[in-house]
């Protein structure tokens, strides 16, 4: 199965449209804060389970069953370290052999070093990792 946190987010949406193209419904979990707002995944076959960034415990609940995971950037500055260090924790517990991250567009250097303990975070992991960076 394939993961994506922030599912129902701006990248989120457009990420799990394409999935939607070349993945069965079935086979994709969307992770989210509100599940009132997934109801259209949920309507389509989305596996939709409720977790957030600041909750490792429910974040290994979602991941449950996950071979890949696309770990959207949260939001919340000053929160981003410790929150994706949860999440990779989670998907470390839960099994995923393969995390995704999305980094900031076109990013040089990281402010507050949250991006680069994001990357230090990672090397722990023990698991495959793929960057993406988007072009601003």
């Known amino acids: 199965m394939i993961a994506l946190t922030g599912a129902t987010g701006q990248l989120g ?40 960034y600041s909750d490792e415990a429910a974040l290994t609940a979602a991941l449950q069953g996950v071979d890949k995971l696309l770990l959207i950037s949260s939001s919340e500055v000053g929160q981003r370290a410790v929150q994706h260090r949860n999440v990779i924790n989670a998907a470390k517990a839960a099994g995923v052999k393969f995390i995704a991250y999305t980094s900031l567009p076109a990013c040089r250097h990281f402010a507050a070093g949250s991006g680069r303990r994001a990357y230090r975070n990672r090397a722990d992991a023990g698991r495959l990792w793929y960057r993406l960076r988007p072009a601003a």
């Open 13 to 52: 949406h457009y990420v799990l449209q394409d999935l939607l193209n070349t993945v069965p419904a079935s086979q994709i979990v969307a992770i989210v804060r509100n599940p009132a707002k997934a109801q259209a995944l949920s309507q389509q076959g989305v596996v939709v389970r409720q977790a957030d």
